[in-house]
């Protein structure tokens, strides 16, 4: 089992940037890849971005690619998410989660961080 827990998230003006932390514990030495999803209000949670832990590849949905970047930090065994010019469309609960096999599923999720963008 990984543990999984966010942070970073808050209020921000439209065009202004958030950076976002999960700080993994447990059983991560068998971790894949790890992942960002979000949730809005009234919509299905969506993938945002995801990156192999061990050779570094990232993966972005087309609606923040340019402005999102995810990296890790193996030894502190955290992964982030730099948010640049956000929108308000990016208002959602930011999620962390990890695989233990493949970037398309995820078997560990952390508790969510809300991340609000103001117009």
């Known amino acids: 089992q990984v543990q999984l827990v966010e942070s970073g998230g808050g209020l921000v003006q439209a065009g202004g940037s958030l950076r976002l932390s999960c700080a993994a514990s447990?059983?991560?030495?068998?971790?894949?890849?790890m992942g960002w999803f979000r949730q809005a209000p009234g919509k299905e949670r969506e993938f945002v971005a995801a990156?192999?832990?061990?050779?570094?590849?990232?993966y972005y949905a087309d609606s923040v690619k340019g402005r999102f970047t995810i990296s890790r930090d193996n030894a502190k065994n955290t992964v982030y998410l730099q948010m640049n010019s956000l929108k308000p469309e990016d208002t959602a609960v930011y999620y962390c989660a990890s695989s233990y096999s493949s970037r398309y599923v995820y078997h560990n999720w952390g508790q969510g961080t809300q991340v609000t963008v103001s117009s």
């Open positions: 447990g059983r991560t030495f068998s971790t894949y890849a």
């Open positions: 990156i192999i832990w061990s050779g570094g590849s990232t």
